[in-house]
């Protein structure tokens, strides 16, 4: 699988390490697409990780994207995007990115490993970002994302697999669909094929996956007139874990 060429279209959305009660909400979002405050306000996965980020004049307000999609990595190594075709409907609004602090990018398109605290190891820390799509009418694609630890083979310069998968169809004008699998090529053989299955023919929508050495879930949440949310903003919560002992 070649390496796609960046995207940087739209913002960089810097990437964030989150610990503690944000991971636990983000962890109940991918299942249920919303996290329950203790006032009983649902929130959606976004207003979370724009929390975390913590700054007032960040341009990465939710309800001026219309669709996120929020990735959790729990895994000891990064997810580096390896392939995202031209989104069907929609185009994109901003990609993750790791920061300097100083105005420049140095990383994109990469979802942080998991860690410890480097003052606390008691402490751990997972690896969060997102990618933002304009909404309009809707919009549908697919990402293929690798989890190995090493992005591309040193001679054919190739993305090496095992890859997690992601596809959504969000709209106006059908049903939503989203899906994720924790190994495109080996169980769809091409990103393709898993688009057009689990969005597209809608015959294999799954939310749970696992492989031999990963899990990954995934919900989504359109807000709503009552959330207090721009109705038009919608998100898309990917948790990828290690598999346990007893799954």
Same mark, same amino acid.
């Given at each position: ?36 405050? !203790?006032? &009983? +306000? ?6 979370? /990780?724009?929390?975390? *980020?913590? #700054? @007032? ?78 909404? !309009?009418? &809707? +919009? ?6 690798? /989890?190995?630890?090493? *992005?591309? #083979? @040193? ?93």
């Amino acid at each position: 699988m070649a390496l796609p060429v960046q995207d940087k279209t739209g913002i960089a959305i810097p990437v964030t390490l989150a610990h503690g009660p944000v991971v636990d909400h983000l962890i109940v979002a991918a299942q249920l697409g919303y996290s329950t405050l !203790g006032d &009983g +306000t649902k929130v959606m996965p976004v207003d979370f /990780y724009t929390a975390i *980020l913590a #700054d @007032p004049d960040d341009p990465t307000d939710p309800s001026g994207f219309g669709f996120w999609v929020v990735i959790l990595n729990a895994l000891p190594t990064p997810l580096s995007l390896v392939e995202m075709p031209a989104l069907v409907h929609g185009y994109q609004k901003g990609y993750p990115a790791v920061s300097d602090l100083k105005g420049s990018t140095l990383t994109t398109h990469v979802i942080p490993a998991a860690r410890s605290h480097p003052l606390d190891p008691s402490v751990g820390l997972c690896g969060v970002g997102t990618w933002a799509f304009d909404f !309009g009418n &809707g +919009t549908e694609g697919a990402m293929a994302l690798c /989890y190995n630890g090493n *992005l591309t #083979d @040193p001679q054919s310069q190739q993305a090496v697999g095992p890859f997690v998968g992601i596809s959504w169809r969000i709209g106006l004008a059908w049903a939503n669909r989203f899906a994720v699998t924790a190994d495109v090529a080996g169980k769809y053989g091409t990103l393709d094929g898993f688009y057009q299955q689990s969005v597209v023919s809608a015959s294999d929508s799954i939310r749970y996956d696992k492989s031999s050495e990963i899990v990954v879930m995934c919900h989504e949440w359109s807000a709503d007139l009552q959330s207090g949310i721009d109705p038009l903003c919608s998100s898309m919560m990917v948790y990828i874990r290690n598999k346990l002992p007893n799954e």
